[in-house]
C-alpha cells in the first residue's frame, strides 16, 4: 500500500476491491433486509448470583438471510455501522424492544440494549430513546443502554448524549469492559452505572492466575466508584462459583440461559436456596 498522506493514490490489490464490492453488495442487503422484515430479536437473561433469578436481559439481533440463514451481529453490525444504516437499524431494535418488554406480563424487570458508536454520535439519539419510551409508556429506569469503549472514546458529544440518557432515568453500562486501550481512563469520564465484565477474564477465571485476580479488581473498583459489576460470558457452574466469591453479584452467559426469542423467565428450580 501507498502509506496514508503520501500523495500518491492507494493500490488496491484484487483481494482489497473484491472487498470492497462485498461490502457494498451486504450493506445493500442490509437495507433490503430491514425493510423486508428479516431482523428480529433475542433476548439473554441476565441473573442474580447465587440462586440465577433472572433481573434483566440483553437484547441481541439476528439477521435472517433468505439464503444464507442466520446471520452473526458480528458480522453485520460493523457493515451497517460503517453504511449508516446502524441508525435506522437501531431504532427499530430499540422500538421492537420495547414493544417486546411491554407485552409480556413476565418481562423481567430491565432491558439493554446495544448502541454502537454511529448511533451514540447521532445528535437525534436522546429524542429517538425519549421517544421510543413514552410510545410504549415503558418506563426510563426499566431501559439499560450497553455502549463499548469506541463509542465513548472521542469523549464530546458521545458523553453529553448519555449525561443526558442519565438524565432522563436510563441507565448506561461500559460495555465489555476491560478489552479497550483506556477502560480505566474511561470510568472518570463516562457516567456509567454498570460495568460489564468481559468474557474474556471469565474464560480461565477458574485455572487460576491473571483472569482471577483481574476479575477481582474489576469488582473491587466497580464497588468502590459505586458501580454494578456484571460478569458475562459466564459458561460453567464453576465459573459462576467463583465469580460469586470474588463479590460478583450479576452474571449472564450460556450457562444461565442462551439468548433465545421469548423473554427468559426464572426457572423455579433456580430460585431454591
Ligand atoms: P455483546 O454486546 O458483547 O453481546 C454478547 C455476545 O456474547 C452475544 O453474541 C452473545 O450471544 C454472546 N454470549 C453470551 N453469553 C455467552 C457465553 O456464555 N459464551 C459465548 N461464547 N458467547 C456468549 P452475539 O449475539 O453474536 O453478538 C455479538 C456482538 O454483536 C455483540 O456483543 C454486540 O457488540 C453486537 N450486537 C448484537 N446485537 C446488537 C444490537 O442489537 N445492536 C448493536 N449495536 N450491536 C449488537
Ligand atoms: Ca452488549
Ligand atoms: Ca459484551
Ligand atoms: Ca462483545
Not at 480505566?184 to 477458574?206: C, G, H, M, N, W
Request: charged share 20%.
Amino acid at each position: 500500500f501507498a502509506s496514508r498522506g503520501s500523495g500518491r493514490p492507494r493500490h488496491f490489490t484484487p483481494e482489497l476491491d473484491r472487498l470492497a464490492h462485498e461490502e457494498a453488495t451486504v450493506g445493500a442487503e442490509l437495507r433490503t433486509a430491514l425493510r423486508d422484515g428479516q431482523f428480529r430479536l433475542v433476548f439473554q437473561p441476565i441473573v442474580e448470583l447465587p440462586h440465577g433469578r433472572v433481573v434483566a436481559v440483553e437484547t441481541l439481533v439476528r439477521w435472517e438471510h433468505p439464503r444464507l440463514g442466520t446471520v452473526s451481529p458480528a458480522v453485520f453490525i460493523p457493515i451497517a455501522e460503517r453504511n449508516g444504516l446502524i441508525v435506522e437499524l437501531g431504532a427499530w431494535i430499540l422500538r421492537e424492544a420495547c414493544r417486546e418488554m411491554v407485552a409480556d406480563p413476565h418481562s423481567p424487570e430491565r432491558i439493554s440494549v446495544n448502541v454502537s458508536p454511529r448511533q451514540l454520535a447521532h445528535p437525534d439519539l436522546v429524542r429517538t430513546i425519549a421517544d421510543t419510551l413514552t410510545e410504549f409508556g415503558l418506563p426510563a429506569e426499566r431501559l439499560t443502554i450497553e455502549v463499548t469503549e469506541t463509542a465513548v472514546f472521542d469523549g464530546g458529544p458521545a458523553i453529553e448524549a448519555l449525561h443526558q440518557l442519565r438524565a432522563l432515568g436510563i441507565r448506561i453500562a461500559l460495555d465489555d469492559f476491560g478489552t479497550g486501550h483506556s477502560s480505566l481512563t474511561l470510568l472518570r469520564t463516562v457516567p456509567a452505572q454498570v460495568l460489564k465484565v468481559d468474557k474474556s477474564f471469565v474464560d480461565e477465571i477458574t485455572v487460576g492466575g491473571q483472569s482471577a485476580v483481574i476479575a477481582g479488581g474489576l469488582i473491587e473498583i466497580a464497588n468502590g466508584l459505586g458501580m454494578t459489576a456484571v460478569a458475562e460470558g459466564v459458561e460453567t457452574a464453576g465459573q459462576a462459583e467463583v465469580l460469586y466469591q470474588l463479590g460478583y453479584r450479576l452474571a449472564q452467559g450460556y450457562y444461565f440461559g442462551r439468548p433465545a426469542g421469548t423473554m427468559p423467565r426464572t426457572p423455579t428450580a433456580a430460585l431454591r436456596p
